[in-house]
């Protein structure tokens, strides 16, 4: 049978009201079910996507009764929220590894530029919100010109440690046992780090203007010598205790000194994202109008409580917390009879 897209929505919509979509943790269909999941159908659909979904219209037409399994929470009704919440450091792309491995410069002799040559932010914005100051799109050229952006650094920042400062975990470290070199020469070796010796020949070698790559660079060498980066509030000191060296370090600005020059690629790696399933206090699933859906509960990331900005450390103990609450929630339920 040939499904049009008229029959394929009404399709849709009539497998939906008659309870025929049951989300693998969903309750809200299971108020069609018997209490012990003994349903036999002639037709059993898993996932309940576009192919899913035009077989189960096809097979219910020619009059099989039939089950799908969703894992999707809207399949049940819920509503989503916080989808285009992120925590989203900027890091660097080793070839060959699965994972990237997030910047963290332990010297303070070192700017990021966009792919004019241009600075567009403190360096130091909250490492967990920086995918909000690289995604910005260019409505006249159609590109993203701060992904990747690159950090250009000074012979001083390269001998002061890995670029990737002092880390110790991450799936790159831990599972692909990848070893950053000490004074980044493993990396430039790979072409990860690009080196020059002039200012002008690393933005060649980025493909970035060259002459605004040196403005850019002088003028933050003389802000910075006068005492103060004017452009975006960049300090020059951090003031009180430091947590992690490098992206809290003591001394946070100095100006690019001697070369030869370095340059990196720096991307969005996401760490966790916030979105999914709306809930309440109780750990249940909301539907789009604020109403618990029977039987249905959430804890930890997906669709987790926080926003658009990550509140240090709260995943894990959102996950702890919401994991007690929606299992007492649970627990308090009476059996269906
Ligand atoms: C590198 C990194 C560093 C982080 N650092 C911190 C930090 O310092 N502090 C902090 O609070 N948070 C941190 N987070 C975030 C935090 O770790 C997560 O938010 C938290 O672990 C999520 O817990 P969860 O139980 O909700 O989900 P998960 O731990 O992702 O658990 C989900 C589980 O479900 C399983 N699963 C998935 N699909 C299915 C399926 N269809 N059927 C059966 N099982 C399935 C998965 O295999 C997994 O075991 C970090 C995250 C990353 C990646």
Same mark, same amino acid.
């Given at each position: 049978?040939?499904?049009?897209?008229?029959?394929?929505?009404?399709?849709?919509?009539?497998?939906?009201?008659?309870?025929?979509?049951?989300?693998?943790?969903?309750?809200?269909?299971?108020?069609?079910?018997?209490?012990?999941?003994?349903?036999?159908?002639?037709?059993?659909?898993?996932?309940?996507?576009?192919?899913?979904?035009?077989?189960?219209?096809?097979?219910?037409?020619?009059?099989?009764?039939?089950?799908?399994?969703?894992?999707?929470?809207?399949?049940?009704?819920?509503?989503?929220?916080?989808?285009?919440?992120?925590?989203?450091?900027?890091?660097?792309?080793?070839?060959?590894?699965?994972?990237?491995?997030?910047?963290?410069?332990?010297?303070?002799?070192?700017?990021?530029?966009?792919?004019?040559?241009?600075?567009?932010?403190?360096?130091?914005?909250?490492?967990?919100?920086?995918?909000?100051?690289?995604?910005?799109?260019?409505?006249?050229?159609?590109?993203?010109?701060?992904?990747?952006?690159?950090?250009?650094?000074?012979?001083?920042?390269?001998?002061?440690?890995?670029?990737?400062?002092?880390?110790?975990?991450?799936?790159?470290?831990?599972?692909? #046992?990848?070893?950053?070199? $000490? +004074?980044?020469?493993?990396?430039? %070796? &790979?072409?990860?780090? =690009?080196?020059?010796?002039?200012? @002008?020949?690393?933005?060649?070698?980025?493909?970035?203007?060259?002459?605004?790559?040196?403005?850019?660079?002088?003028?933050?060498?003389?802000?910075? #010598?006068?005492?103060?980066? $004017? +452009?975006?509030?960049?300090?020059? %000191? &951090?003031?009180?205790? =430091?947590?992690?060296?490098?992206? @809290?370090?003591?001394?946070?600005?100095?100006?690019?000194?001697?070369?030869?020059?370095?340059?990196?690629?720096?991307?969005?790696?996401?760490?966790?994202?916030?979105?999914?399933?709306?809930?309440?206090?109780?750990?249940?699933?909301?539907?789009?109008?604020?109403?618990?859906?029977?039987?249905?509960?959430?804890?930890?990331?997906?669709?987790?409580?926080?926003?658009?900005?990550?509140?240090?450390?709260?995943?894990?103990?959102?996950?702890?917390?919401?994991?007690?609450?929606?299992?007492?929630?649970?627990?308090?339920?009476?059996?269906?009879?």
């Amino acid at each position: 049978m040939q499904v049009t897209k008229r029959t394929f929505l009404k399709g849709l919509l009539a497998t939906a009201a008659a309870g025929g979509v049951v989300s693998q943790a969903s309750a809200k269909p299971q108020a069609d079910l018997p209490a012990k999941w003994d349903r036999e159908a002639d037709v059993v659909i898993l996932g309940y996507g576009g192919a899913g979904a035009s077989a189960v219209i096809t097979a219910k037409d020619a009059g099989a009764d039939v089950v799908i399994f969703e894992k999707t929470a809207q399949a049940a009704g819920a509503d989503l929220w916080h989808m285009n919440a992120l925590s989203c450091p900027l890091g660097l792309v080793v070839p060959g590894l699965k994972t990237a491995l997030q910047i963290n410069m332990l010297a303070p002799s070192y700017i990021y530029v966009d792919q004019d040559g241009k600075r567009f932010a403190n360096e130091k914005m909250d490492n967990h919100t920086c995918i909000y100051g690289v995604n910005v799109l260019d409505p006249i050229k159609h590109r993203y010109p701060r992904i990747p952006c690159f950090v250009v650094f000074d012979e001083a920042a390269r001998v002061r440690g890995p670029i990737i400062g002092g880390a110790t975990s991450g799936y790159v470290l831990n599972r692909e #046992n990848y070893k950053w070199s $000490k +004074d980044n020469s493993a990396e430039i %070796e &790979k072409g990860v780090i =690009v080196s020059a010796p002039t200012i @002008e020949e690393l933005a060649k070698k980025i493909n970035v203007p060259a002459e605004n790559l040196v403005e850019t660079v002088n003028r933050w060498n003389s802000q910075i #010598n006068a005492g103060a980066d $004017k +452009d975006f509030g960049r300090p020059l %000191e &951090k003031k009180g205790k =430091v947590a992690f060296e490098g992206r @809290e370090a003591p001394v946070i600005s100095r100006p690019i000194g001697d070369g030869p020059y370095y340059a990196a690629e720096l991307y969005p790696t996401i760490l966790n994202t916030q979105g999914g399933p709306r809930r309440n206090k109780l750990g249940q699933v909301l539907d789009p109008f604020g109403k618990p859906i029977a039987r249905l509960y959430s804890a930890g990331e997906l669709g987790s409580m926080w926003g658009h900005i990550y509140q240090g450390a709260t995943n894990n103990s959102e996950a702890c917390v919401f994991g007690r609450i929606a299992g007492r929630t649970v627990a308090n339920e009476t059996p269906w009879s």
